[in-house]
């Protein structure tokens, strides 16, 4: 089996990536200090470049690899939490520095490089979500009584706290960074001014709260959300085992994804945008699909359910967890 990879920034036609993913063998990230579970890892991220891949886990490891080396001799392990860690992201504008969320209530976030908190706030009950603002000046994050606090890289304390009407799952912010959009337990995603937390869109002919615009994708909880690189869709995932696409401009839903078992935990676009891949704790495959069409592209067969998984940003490489254990694939070189 191929082990190669994509050159950065270099698309390849989806009849030529239908033929060649399934033959890639994945390189094996494995720490053999962790817990055994399967579901052990909770969260991944990748850095801006593509260079570092940060897991979070049940058993309170926080590790971050260095991509070219699956070594966990040359990884770095970040100390502190208490509890397990439920969220990691990098600030988009940094090459390493790392947000970590955890159920202890205390979020940090940390130079990488030099394996410090660089600032830490405490006391927010069991949080859950993360999502940085496109620009790296705040991070939101919400906790599992529904409320979202608005959070700065280096200040000690929340500068706002917005509680919630409905049950919050997973939060992420608009490329402009002035839309939140938040998915609930209703089935339904919230579209959210921000840092004003207020309806973005609403019906001028309904009375207050009635007369909120929101996207009723699901037939149960809504619990994943991931915006398209470029703007085009907003992607939606549920209980219910589907992915909804949604157009950004009139926000009507243009595709829903039918080949996920399970519900959907986690969603991924690559970085160019042409394919969709779904998380779940059910089934043992990843399921590709091309995004403009709705066309299920192939199945990556895995050993166990992958409920994490995460393009990297600049190429196709294809971060996810199986047995237990982070596995990254690539593509070999070619073009279009």
Excluded at 186 to 200: D, M, N, V
Aim: glycine share 8%.
């Amino acid at each position: 089996m191929a082990t190669g990879r994509l050159a950065t920034r270099a698309s390849v036609a989806p009849e030529r990536f239908k033929s060649l993913l399934p033959t890639l063998q994945p390189t094996i990230y494995h720490d053999p200090n962790a817990s055994k579970s399967p579901n052990n890892i909770r969260t991944i991220a990748w850095n801006p470049l593509g260079t570092y891949l940060a897991t979070g886990c049940a058993d309170k490891t926080l590790r971050v690899w260095n991509v070219e080396k699956p070594n966990v001799r040359q990884t770095t392990e970040l100390r502190g939490h208490t509890a397990p860690i439920e969220k990691v992201s990098f600030n988009p504008t940094k090459e390493l520095e790392l947000c970590s969320v955890s159920s202890d209530g205390v979020v940090r976030f940390w130079d990488v490089k030099n394996k410090v908190v660089l600032n830490e706030v405490r006391g927010l009950g069991e949080t859950f979500t993360l999502a940085w603002a496109p620009h790296g000046e705040y991070v939101v994050v919400g906790n599992k009584e529904n409320k979202l606090f608005v959070l700065s890289p280096t200040g000690p304390a929340p500068v706002s706290t917005h509680q919630q009407p409905n049950v919050t799952n997973d939060i992420a912010f608009c490329w402009s960074g002035k839309r939140l959009f938040a998915t609930t337990g209703e089935g339904k995603t919230r579209i959210l001014s921000f840092p004003e937390f207020e309806p973005a869109y609403q019906f001028d002919y309904k009375d207050s709260p009635e007369n909120e615009f929101m996207l009723p994708g699901h037939t149960s909880s809504c619990i994943a959300i991931e915006l398209h690189p470029f703007n085009r869709y907003l992607a939606t995932g549920g209980t219910d085992s589907l992915i909804a696409l949604w157009e950004t401009n009139e926000w009507n839903c243009v595709r829903t994804i039918t080949k996920m078992t399970g519900p959907v935990r986690s969603l991924s676009f690559s970085w160019d945008g042409l394919f969709i891949v779904g998380g779940s704790d059910e089934g043992t495959g990843l399921e590709i699909t091309v995004s403009e069409t709705g066309e299920h592209l192939c199945t990556y067969k895995t050993r166990t359910p992958s409920p994490v998984v995460a393009w990297a940003p600049n190429r196709y490489a294809l971060a996810y967890t199986d047995m237990g254990s982070l596995r990254i694939i690539g593509a070999s070189p070619g073009g279009k």
